[in-house]
């Protein structure tokens, strides 16, 4: 088995082996049925979940090369935008400004800007269901992800490849998430 399927395929347990510990917390932290120990153990639940990611991403740093983890990560991004929002980009009907208005409703209008064939897009708050709640910062190479996201959004709309530059993240110390798409 060749290094770089090794390093999937042992993402691919750890990831579904983090999801089964958080899914299963419940049974691991039983709740009785007094508020405060319900919330000491959505405490603890939210404690472990970033610690687990944060550890996570510390490994694919340590382990993968640069071009494997922005594989990885747009990847991810990618898969995330097919389970989520890619609704949304395929009922553009090709039409970028439609798209760019979808985002506005989401993001606000003055944070969704369309200049010729450059959109710039800012997130006012991290969108991210994994990390929104913390951990406050992670590497940089968490962030990528979200660059897949917006690669696959406008990629079904123009039906070619875009780059996507990330200017800043919240996740990376930044007030806001910034990101331009050349289309």
Not at 157 to 183: D, H, M, W
């Amino acid at each position: 088995m060749e290094r770089k399927e090794f390093f999937k395929k042992a993402l691919q347990i750890g990831l579904a082996s983090g999801s089964v510990c958080l899914s299963g917390s419940n049974n691991i932290f039983p709740q009785s049925g007094n508020e405060q120990s319900k919330q000491k153990s959505k405490d603890h639940e939210q404690i472990f979940k970033e610690k687990w990611i944060t550890s996570l991403i510390e490994n694919i740093d340590k382990q993968l090369d640069e071009k494997t983890k922005k594989e990885l990560m747009l990847s991810c991004g990618r898969d995330c935008a097919r389970r989520g929002a890619i609704h949304i980009a395929e009922s553009c009907n090709g039409d970028v400004d439609v798209l760019v208005e979808q985002l506005e409703r989401i993001v606000g209008k003055e944070n969704c800007v369309r200049k010729d064939d450059k959109v710039q897009l800012t997130y006012p708050k991290c969108f991210c269901e994994l990390v929104a709640d913390g951990p406050k910062r992670l590497s940089d190479t968490y962030c990528i992800c979200s660059m897949g996201w917006i690669h696959e959004m406008f990629e079904i709309v123009v039906q070619r490849p875009v780059k996507v530059e990330a200017l800043q993240t919240i996740k990376r110390g930044a007030s806001s998430c910034k990101f331009n798409i050349y289309i």
